[in-house]
């Protein structure tokens, strides 16, 4: 009895998309494309937030020491910093080498080099930290020690870079939950009036329906399919088109950001559960904001 009863409300509600095909696909491309939207600003803020987690990986903290420190307590101090947790690799860098390092760097215009009558670069540390410390953001924290120590002269780890990533990450965070709320709200507004219309031109039918011992259940369950089968369907488009855009679009990007998804490959399976979740619940949520004044009559 309950399978031939949802077969009914399967029958309803197909019908009611087939006979407004014009609001129906009006219905389907406004959730997709809010979805598809959404989506996007999902995969930028994780590859962003990936690569900022990853940082730590690459970054360098090089600590200059004071001009004329001896090599022997260079050595002393370059063991005890190579002691703390943190540290993967430290490498003392000479003067000499310093500035041999720099010719290298320069390459065709090291000859600029060759007027100095003294070395002005400084002896320095190459700090590498382990990859779980610089993924939990102690850069500042190591930095600031490292400054503490006797003979460090300076720090450096481009702070105000780094400072200016994590609030671009923010900006694309709020950005994107800015973003995605009015996008669900007029998606959830689109979805709401167009079962509100098929209500309208079904409403002497419902209200015999009523009239004659109907439970408002039995009333509203198509609709309700109807709005999940719009969530569903707007969700696998959303969920198509931007699978159609990491493997077409994004492959011919260079981006050399670390990323979270690559080029290339489809989203991950955790997006496209949520976008089937989401689409899911804005058609319910769409249909149930329309029946609520119906049903109060």
Not at 214 to 222: H, Q
Not at 227 to 233: C, D, Q, S, T, Y
Not at 263 to 291: D, N
């Amino acid at each position: 009895m309950r399978v031939g009863l949802l077969g009914y409300f399967l029958r309803k509600a197909l019908g009611n998309i087939w006979t407004n095909p014009f609001l129906s696909l009006v219905t389907l491309s406004t959730i997709a494309i809010s979805m598809l939207i959404l989506g996007l600003f999902v995969l930028i803020y994780m590859n962003v937030q990936e690569f900022v987690n990853h940082l730590g990986d690459d970054l360098q903290i090089t600590a200059y020491l004071n001009e004329n420190y001896p090599p022997e307590k260079a050595e002393v101090l370059r063991s005890k910093i190579a002691d703390w947790t943190e540290i993967e690799e430290i490498t003392y860098l000479s003067k000499e080498e310093a500035l041999a390092h720099f010719r290298t760097q320069l390459k065709e215009y090291a000859g600029i080099l060759e007027g100095l009558k003294e070395n002005p670069l400084p002896a320095s540390f190459e700090v590498k930290l382990k990859p779980q410390f610089g993924r939990s953001g102690k850069i500042e924290e190591l930095s600031a020690r490292l400054e503490r120590l006797p003979g460090v002269a300076e720090v450096q780890y481009g702070k105000k870079w780094v400072a200016k990533l994590r609030v671009f990450v923010d900006v694309i965070k709020l950005v994107g939950i800015t973003v995605g709320g009015l996008l669900l709200f007029a998606t959830t507004f689109v979805v709401s009036n167009t079962i509100k219309l098929t209500v309208y031109s079904r409403q002497e039918e419902l209200e015999i329906m009523r009239l004659v011992g109907a439970t408002d259940f039995f009333v509203k369950a198509p609709f309700l399919i109807e709005g999940l089968l719009h969530g569903l369907g707007g969700a696998i488009l959303a969920a198509g088109g931007l699978s159609l855009l990491m493997l077409f679009l994004l492959s011919n990007l260079d981006l050399p950001l670390r990323l979270a998804v690559l080029p290339g490959s489809l989203p991950p399976v955790q997006l496209i559960g949520g976008f089937l979740g989401l689409g899911l619940a804005l058609g319910v949520l769409g249909s149930t904001v329309s029946l609520r004044r119906f049903l109060r009559q």
